[in-house]
């Protein structure tokens, strides 16, 4: 990891640890302009100040995803006659990921609140091209609400949280994907929850 990502990474901690009430410096300083004003951009930060950059967690890593099993999505808002195979039983869909959630050490509750609404979602049709991007913006609009100018930091926090859950169920960049759960901002939340958890743990300020 070079020194600017590492630094990237100990800002966006630092502050998801201050949020749990628990002070910490930072081994690199931190940035005082905020992630998207950084002194020499990375290429991914480049981009979202151009506007060619969603911040929404289905536009990155669920089509990389989708593209690495061979389900690349289509891009001329045409429906696929033969369903997906999380399409098929939407009840097992999402029994089969709560499972999972709460193997992964979520809390029983909260999975099985996201797979009532795989279900539902699951049974419905699928969000219009025109609704998804409207979705997203929506989602960027409320992300850069909730963290100012460190909005598109923590949405790589959440993103690279996803990354780790999607290892262990390769069907999760899918679910979210068709789900539009993506851009949810009690699901993104969640998953910057997680991450400083973990890192509680990791520094020692939590068992």
């Known amino acids: 990891m070079s020194e600017q990502a590492y ?6 901690m630092a502050e998801a640890l201050a949020a ?5 410096t930072p081994d690199a300083p931190a940035n005082t302009s905020g992630l998207m004003g950084a002194p020499a ?4 930060e480049g981009m979202v100040r151009s506007g060619a950059y969603s911040s929404s967690l289905t536009e990155d890593i669920m089509a990389s995803a989708l593209a690495d099993a061979g389900k690349l999505p289509s891009t001329d ?19 089969e990921a709560e499972a999972f959630a709460v193997g992964a050490g979520i809390e029983p509750g909260l999975a099985k609140f996201y797979s009532g609404r795989i279900e539902k979602a699951l049974r419905e049709p699928a969000m219009a091209p025109d609704a998804q991007r409207q979705a997203t913006a929506d989602t960027h609009a409320a992300m850069v609400r909730e963290f100012g100018d460190d909005a598109e930091g923590y949405g790589r926090v959440a993103r690279r949280e996803f990354a780790l859950l999607a290892r262990d169920h390769p069907n999760l ?35």
Do not use: C, F, W
Not at 7 to 12: D, L, P, R
């Open 20 to 24: 749990k009430g628990v002070p910490v």
């Open 7 to 12: 630094a990237s990474t100990e800002s966006i």
């Open 77 to 95: 808002g045409a429906t696929e006659a033969t369903p997906s195979p999380i399409e098929v039983n939407p009840g097992r869909t999402a029994q």
């Open 41 to 44: 951009p990375t290429e991914a």
């Open 173 to 207: 960049p899918a679910i979210l994907e068709r789900t539009n759960l993506g851009n949810d901002m009690h699901l993104i939340k969640s998953l910057i929850a997680r991450a400083a958890d973990r890192e509680l743990k990791a520094r020692g300020y939590k068992k």
